[in-house]
């Protein structure tokens, strides 16, 4: 076999060399193939992310909605039963919330932690375990009605307000500043605490009372996480500045 034969030869060994041909190396000293694939890894990585996030956001939006739902059931039976006229207001208020769940604004920034969710669950579901027990005095049942009628107000023209920035737990959907925000920085919660102390006053019991202190205090703790969350927004140091206070004027 002459010179030309042997070059030839090793050639076409070396091109076909499996070691060649599965892992070159490059300057990095990593093969292409293993940078494929933990490309291909951190691809994958980065886009479980935002489909997390919808599934998150789906989940709760459909758990509120639901949730508001149930409240509307319960408020239209109820106001078949007492014929109250607060009933339908209350049946109104709670179907904007279903409709205000399924088509609101995706957050910029969501907050993530256990304890700002857990606050969001008792501020909005605490008020299911209010019974209708205790004393009745008719003070109360007038002073309640006239108390629930103002957080009525408040709340629905909050919910005007914020459009579809509503939301569930503590997240930055965007500053609202007008209506009831000009006011105060969490008017919906301060509707809450109106609405449920009107409730107190027309059903007075020990257990609805801490009812009452326990949903408070999750509105509470909601309020400071949203606070907490929206400072991460250019503009909220200004409404800060500009309102001043939480829930009411002159407290808190």
Known sequence: MGTADLRLTELENRDSSPAQLDHP??????????????RSRQLQETLSAPLIDRLIRTAANLIGAAGAALFAQATLHSYLETHQLIGPAFFAEQMW????????????VVSRRLRDWLLA?????????????????????????????????????????????FGFVAADRGLVQRGPYAIVRHPIYASYLFLQAGYLLQSISIRN???????????????????????????YDDYRVQVRWRLIPGVW
């Open 97 to 108: 919330v279903v409709i205000a769940y399924l088509i609101r604004r995706p957050a910029r």
């Open 209 to 235: 009372a801490l009812v009452l202190v326990l949903a408070s205090g999750c509105n509470v703790g909601r309020a400071i996480a949203e606070d907490r969350m929206l400072a991460t927004n250019d503009h």
């Open 25 to 38: 190396a490059t300057e990095s000293g990593h093969s292409p193939r293993f940078s494929v694939t933990r």
């Open 121 to 165: 669950f008792g501020g909005t579901f605490g008020g299911v375990l209010f019974r209708p027990d205790g004393a009745h005095p008719p003070w109360g049942l007038t002073a309640g009605l006239v108390v629930q009628l103002f957080g009525l107000a408040i709340c629905i023209t909050s919910f005007l307000a914020l459009g579809r920035s």
